[in-house]
């Protein structure tokens, strides 16, 4: 046998025992079966017939329901203690996003517009009446401004506070360092391109990723986390969240929030409580966003900065964000409640 032969077949033996490793290790840390729905769960369908997990709790008798809106990759826990907080004063929803969760994956492309029609069936068929509190964390953020967008009308008669939570309303490759290329390979569709080939691939590549992985930890250390946001066991519970939706759910969405641009929509929420809470250090929708957001909603906001949080700041930062959301409820509680504050918490 020749020399560059047999260099060809123990690559390729190589390479098929590489790839039955990975297999075995994809399949030993693959996500186990969500537990059964919790207390209080609802299903709903919205009008493309997509079925949405919802849950329902807190105080049946109050006058104001808070929707609690998760962000990518997430599912209705990344809320468990917000929910925990607000459960004696408000009556409370929270629900999985489609291609999340417990509602239904189809791994097709979707839009900002797409989730605010969610959040408008949601709106609609579990708080039919009363004033609507929508609280948001990222990609929940830019569905709240999504509904102010596409849905001015219920916005505007049922939505009497907002919370926007490590969000953005657009322009987020602004001053990034990727911004050029990101633009050069947008104007060329190849992000499109890329987007699609990713779809195509994933259900291959999903029975060859590992998780809970040593270099996923560090990046989600990184990227997810700040400095002062060090508890093992949320960072833990966070890489397993963010790892636990298939790779089809990140290629039908990620492209359209880079896209976003709701900047318009933020002219929909001066005329009620606002609070827009970051995290200091968050590296995905850095503080200045936020800063920008409430200086265009103006008096009606306040702006809440964390220092040392990152992105996850309702999970590492329960206190501080529990606190601003109580606030905000304050404030909606009282009609033509006064000026906005900027506050830094220590």
């Known amino acids: ?19 039955a490793n990975q297999v075995r290790w994809a399949r030993h840390t693959r996500p186990e079966p969500l537990p059964p729905p919790p207390a209080g769960s609802h299903t709903l369908t919205t009008a493309d017939g ?40 408000a009556r409370l929803i929270r629900y999985d996003h489609r291609n999340h969760g417990r509602s239904d994956h189809t791994g097709d492309p979707i839009t900002v517009e797409t989730l605010a029609g969610d959040l408008a069936a949601v709106i609609t068929e579990l708080a039919p009446s009363g004033k609507v509190v929508l609280v948001g964390h990222s990609m929940g953020g830019m569905t709240t401004l999504g509904l102010a967008a596409f849905h001015p009308d219920l916005f505007a008669e049922r939505v009497a506070g907002v919370a926007l939570l490590a969000t953005g309303a657009g322009h987020f490759i602004e001053g990034h360092r ?13 992000l499109a391109a ?16 590992p998780r809970r992985t040593h270099v996923m930890r560090r990046a989600t250390r990184k990227v997810i ?32 929030l880079l896209r976003n641009d709701a900047l318009e929509a933020l002219a929909m929420l001066r005329t009620v ?46 206190v501080e964000v529990n606190a601003a959301l109580h606030r905000l409820l304050d404030r909606v509680d009282v009609v033509g409640a006064g000026t906005a504050r900027t506050s830094r918490l220590a």
């Open 50 to 89: 997509t079925r949405l997990h919802a849950q329902v709790g807190g105080r049946a008798d109050a006058t104001t329901t808070v929707v609690l809106i998760h962000g990518f990759l997430a599912r209705t826990l990344e809320f468990d203690m917000q929910w925990n907080s607000l459960g004696d004063r």
């Open 225 to 256: 986390f700040g400095s002062d946001d060090v508890d093992p066991a949320t960072l833990t519970m966070t890489q397993a969240l963010l790892e636990e939706p298939p790779l089809a759910t990140l290629a039908s969405l990620h492209g359209s």
């Open 194 to 209: 890329h987007l699609l080939g990713i779809r195509l691939v994933a259900p291959v590549l999903e029975q060859l990723r």
């Open 1 to 19: 046998m020749s020399g560059p032969t047999r260099g060809r077949r123990t690559a390729l033996l190589l390479g098929l025992a590489w790839t």
């Open 273 to 318: 409580p606002v609070a827009v809470i970051t995290g200091g250090e968050d590296k995905l929708t850095r503080p200045e966003h936020s800063a920008r957001m409430a200086a265009d909603i103006g008096p009606t906001a306040e702006l809440v900065t964390i220092p040392g949080a990152g992105h996850v700041l309702n999970q590492t930062r329960p």
């Open 178 to 190: 990727w911004e050029n290329l990101f633009r050069w390979a947008s104007r060329r569709h190849l």
